[in-house]
Structure formats: C-alpha cells, structure tokens
C-alpha cells in the first residue's frame, strides 16, 4: 500500500486525511493550529506520497528531520505533522484490521477518564461553582477544573504586572475555597492559572491553596523557565501540573529530568501526535509522573488521544472542554455517544474507532469540497 495524496479540511477544527492506492482512508485532526497549518501540510505531501503508511514512526521523524532548519522543532509545524500523524494512525488500524491502541502495544484500560475543563472563573460566586459542579457530576464526571487567573481583579496592579497583592491573594484563595466547597471533599478539583504570574506569585498562591487538597495547580508560572517552576514545587504541597505549549520528547526533556512538575499534560494533538505521546508518557513514567493530557479540540481529537490514554500505565485524566456544547455528538459517526458517565469508551473497531460525518462538518467550513 501506497500513500497517494494528503488532504486538510479546516471548519469548526483542523482534519487531515491521507488517502491510498488501496482506497483506504485515515482522518486525524491537529489542534491550535492557526492560519498556515494547510500550507505546511501541502508543502510535507512530497514527503510521504509513494510511501509505506505503515511505518508510521519512520515517516514522522523523515518529515521533521527534513525540515528542521524550517521549524520542525515546535509550534505550528509540529502541530500540522501531527495531523498527518493521527491519519496515518487511522489507516494503519485499519489496513491491520485492528484499534489503533493495539498498534501502540494494547490497552490498560478499556475507558479513559474524562476531567472537565468548565472554563469557569473570574468574579463567580459560590452558586455558579455550585451549579457548574452538580452539573458535572450529575454527568458522571470525577474530576473538574476552574480557571483561578484572574485580569480583572480589582487588587491587580495593571494588564502586565502579575505580581501577586495581598488583596489579590485573598481574593483567589477565597474562590479556590468556595470551589472546594461546591464540589465536595471526594471529586477531584484542578485550578488553572494559565502560566500569568510571576515566581514568587506562583509561589504564594500554591502554598495558599494547599489546604484544598488540589488535584493539581496548573502553570502558577509561565512555561519557559523550569528552574522557576522547580523553585515552586519544592516549596509547596500543592501538586503542579505543566507542559500544554511543550513539544515532542525534547520539550519535555528538562521538565522530568529535574522533576520539577508533579503531572504533565503534552496536548497529543498538538505536540506531536500518538507515538510521540506514548513516548512522553514512558518518560514520565520512570520518575513516577502521572499524564493528564490537556485537550481543547474535537471528538476526532478526543477519540485519538484516547488511544493514547488507554495504552500507557500512569495515565490520570484527560481534558475535555465542552460543556454544554450541543453538537459534540454529530462530529463523528457512531452508533453510541463518544462520552459515557464522563468516560470515553474506547470503540475495538479498527483505526481511531469512528468515521468524521463529513456533512455535518460541512455546514462549518467554507471549503467546497470539505478536503483539499
Ligand atoms: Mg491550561
């Protein structure tokens, strides 16, 4: 079997499919990939067609090799090889007639645990945590995240000074307290900061949340500096979690050589796909560090890292951003809901498990046809 031509489709997210001599198909989908992602993926297709799509792993480092010297390190570049990535996954599966989590060296687990992202922050009060954590339990989900950064904060010095003020502070332990309260003391509660303090901020704010029993306190400092985020977590009891705008096993080098996070969250779908993740996760694994993927994109996405999530041990939750988004089921065909009591069931179909229902997307794209 041949690789004859790769394809993008940009509408609500970003797909690429990679299309054979043998009529078989594979669809993966790359997450934040701003204007430029199709380009990148026109300009790798000499790369691949006329290539075995089985050798998955080889194509991968071919393209990113031949392409250092034009960004093939991080960002938007890793992100579209990503793409082809997961579609190559996709077709692999299904060329063997096997799950893609077969491919990867079987399964842990048969569902891989959701947490919610409920993006909720800012000025809430209890009843709005309140609700949104009935919500979600009522849904079946164990775990949830709020957003704890806060711009609009009253005590905050201006836009670009993150230097935590006592009032501030007070503030955002008040609100990390009442999000305790709202969930309860069993469900598993995560806040995020969003990488916006600064270290000795970051430092004040774990060590004032640790009564809270958090799941973890996500980017206190920014992402570039491991040393600053080592400083923190040596000081506190409070787990911190790291690593969305990290990529490939290089990026996340540093980070488990000093230990200096207590959870890892590569986003698969942007950072270098299924392997490279696994990869990721093996690495973490030998310091004893869990994975809780960060994830804001589409079921496809959702569905491939799944994949991921089930054939590593020390995998924790994976993130799931939509809420209240009606049309999270119409995305893909398939005969169930992706999301069971806030668990992805894994499909033992083979490839991802489930086709895109290219008309639905459709009505969110301006490309006609859908792939081009
Ligand atoms: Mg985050």
Known sequence: MKITD????QARYSYVRVYTDEGLVGTGECSHCGSGWRKIVEDLKGTFIGKDPLDVDCLFEEARRAHIFRGALAGLFISALTGIEIALWDLAGKAMNVPVYRLLGGKFRDRIRLYVDSAHGGA????????TADWVKEQGF?????????????YKLDKWN????????ETLTERVAMMREAVGSKMDLAVDMHGFYDGYSGLKIACAVEP????????????????????????TQTPLCVGEN???????RELLEKQAADIIMPDISKCGGLSECRKIANMAEIYYIPMAPHNN?????????SHVCASIPNFLALEWHRMGDETWDDVLLTNEPLIQDGYV???????????????FVQQSSTDTPLFQ
């Open 162 to 169: 993150w230097s935590v003020t006592p009032g501030e502070l």
């Open 246 to 252: 990290l990529y490939l096993r290089y990026g996340f």
């Open 124 to 131: 809430e009060d209890f009843e709005s945590y309140k609700k």
């Open 212 to 235: 809270y029993n958090l799941l973890w306190l996500e980017e206190p400092v920014p992402p570039e500096n491991i040393d600053a985020l080592l400083r923190i977590k040596q000081a």
């Open 6 to 9: 790769i394809k993008t489709a």
């Open 345 to 359: 069931v894994l499909p033992d179909t083979p490839g991802l498990g489930a086709e895109l229902d290219d008309d």
């Open 297 to 305: 994109s589409g079921p496809l996405s959702t569905l491939a890292d």
């Open 142 to 154: 164990t775990a949830i995240k709020f957003d704890l950064d806060d711009g609009s904060n009253p």
